[in-house]
């Protein structure tokens, strides 16, 4: 996190709106703040996560990134005073209950320990516990913020949405597995045009198993390890740029990616007719690998694919949203 020089304390009314927006990774925990709207790109921190941590860990983790960030708010910008708004909006994996604050996450090797506990509720009670070692208005706001829970990919597709206003979008982060949202006029979307009723793909039947066997981290490394490609500390950023670099067996294994994504999302893009494919998460750098094979895979389906290098501020600005949503209706699709 650095200090925003541009930064203005005129820019900032009092009271100021402060939304400190927090998405929650496997591997990294990732925040920023967000001032009457406007994402401040000079508070943006990134740290490693504590998601196989204790869950006293984990949340004391949250906490401290609060604390920073709203430490970082008062040397840019001004002091907080008791008459200022502090939300606090976490992008979580699920399974999740968003609307109460409960973490369902188990066998998928982070956050386990937070299994059917609320985090909320933890998360004040541990700004309660740290008032008596940061007296004053910083935690007295934090302990009284409305704190709200959205899932990971859908705010990247509310974040996108921003960007692509009036399109219909298919959006997918790549990374450990594979996350989705449907949207259509700002609005995640599920039930129709095939679209399963959660709205989100990584349990659907593909060939022998599942999506998120298939188009996430393992699926890539599976596919690499039947061409003997494996070895001692090889990751998928690996084989990117050795296929980048002439390795024709690291190529097949982009290209055997792009041709089953396509072969998925085709029956997908068929009913639900998206204007654009928009992509976040670490797989989504290598798209120059395997977009030819995902557009003849989808053949007249083909649509424009956007790779967006800034996909941790759209998922922020996703965050933003769900606190114009008085009924939590952004952080679960909309079935229509």
Not at 60 to 72: E, K, N, P, R, V
Not at 75 to 94: E, K, N, V
Not at 210 to 219: A, C, K, L, Q, T
Not at 263 to 284: A, D, N, T
Request: charged residues 20%; proline residues 6%.
């Amino acid at each position: 996190m650095s200090r925003n020089d541009s930064a203005d304390p005129e820019s900032v009314p009092s009271p100021a709106p402060i939304t400190i927006a927090l998405d929650a990774g496997g591997t990294a925990l990732k925040g920023a703040l967000i001032v009457n709207g406007q994402l401040i790109p000079g508070s943006f921190l990134t740290r490693p996560s504590e998601s196989q941590g204790a869950a006293a860990d984990t949340i004391a983790s949250f906490a401290q990134a609060c604390h920073d960030l709203i430490t970082y708010y008062a040397s840019a910008f001004r002091p907080l005073d008791y008459y200022d708004s502090i939300r606090i909006g976490f992008a979580f994996p699920g399974p999740f209950d968003y609307a109460k604050g409960i973490a369902l996450l188990q066998g998928i090797g982070k956050y386990e320990a937070l299994f059917k506990l609320s985090v909320r509720d933890l998360l004040r009670f541990e700004f309660q516990r740290l008032k008596s070692s940061f007296p004053g208005v910083t935690m007295n706001r934090l302990t009284a913020a409305d704190i709200r829970f959205g899932n990971d990919a859908f705010m990247f597709g509310l974040g996108a949405s921003i960007r692509f206003p009036s399109e219909r979008l298919l959006c997918l982060t790549l990374g450990t597995g594979l996350g989705s949202a449907f949207v259509e006029n700002g609005q995640i979307v599920a039930g129709r045009h095939g679209i399963p009723s959660s709205g989100m793909l990584f349990a659907e039947p593909y060939r022998d198993h599942i999506v998120d066997s298939y188009f996430g981290r393992r699926g890539i490394l599976n596919m690499a390890s039947k061409r003997g490609l494996l070895t001692d500390g090889i990751d998928v950023a690996d084989l990117a740029e050795a296929a980048k670099g002439g390795n024709t067996q690291a190529q097949d294994v982009f290209r055997e990616y792009g041709t089953k994504l396509g072969e998925m999302l085709l029956p997908y893009l068929s009913e639900f007719k998206p204007s654009r494919l928009v992509l976040g998460g670490q797989i989504s750098y290598s798209l120059p690998l395997w977009e030819r094979e995902i557009q003849l895979a989808l053949s007249r389906h083909a649509v424009p694919v956007h790779s967006l290098a800034d996909g941790t501020a759209a998922v922020f600005n996703g965050i933003e949203k769900l606190f114009g949503d008085p009924d939590h209706h952004v952080s679960a699709p909309i079935n229509l």
